[in-house]
């Protein structure tokens, strides 16, 4: 009887034992995929800061471009006023 005993205690030792194992794998597993995915989302958000750079830069110059038409609309408005009275 003890023998049965013993041998029983052992095996649902080894058993939690065996679940304990697959759960470290599968902790190490989620680890991994997290750690893949961290990464890929890192290369995102850089990728997306350099494109809001450019846009940024991109919008600096239009905007520069805007202010020099207006000027020189404005001046040959002034020129046109000029000429009419």
Known sequence: M???????????????LGALT???????DIEKKLSTIASANDDK????????????????????VTQQVAN?????MEKLRKLAA
Request: proline fraction near 0%; charge should be negative.
């Open 2 to 16: 003890t023998s049965s005993n013993t041998d029983s205690t052992k095996s649902a030792s080894d058993r939690l």
């Open 22 to 28: 697959r759960l470290e794998q599968a902790i190490g």
């Open 45 to 64: 958000l850089k990728n997306l800061e350099e494109q809001l750079g450019s846009v940024k830069q991109q919008y600096s110059q239009l905007n520069e």
């Open 72 to 76: 020189r609309l404005d001046e040959n």
